[in-house]
């Protein structure tokens, strides 16, 4: 279904996008201010949103609703999970989102997972 390739090719960006993010908080290039805009930025709660209804509906989706309710817990518990348990814990949060990716890049056969990671 052309709606559903849609989906995924938007989430599995937003993945990759909020990836790229993180690996630059990780390396010390993206500071807490850039990291909270971008995540704004890439507003996954939007995402959610407009996908979530189609995302529960097919198990082979689990991984698209895993990256989006990650997003959605970092824009929102952001500066709870930084005073907690600080930057460090961002770490598990990209390890979680390239799995995810990895599984979306296999299932649906997208090249462009395969070239970031």
Known sequence: MESDREMIEDVTTLGIRAAVLLRGVMVRKVNRETLEWGLRELNPSEALQRY???LVECTEYVDLLNILHLLYGLEGQLDYQIREYGFDSLKDDLAEINFSLNQIGEKFD????QQVM
């Open 110 to 113: 997208l090249p462009q997972v």
């Open 52 to 54: 979530f209804p189609r």
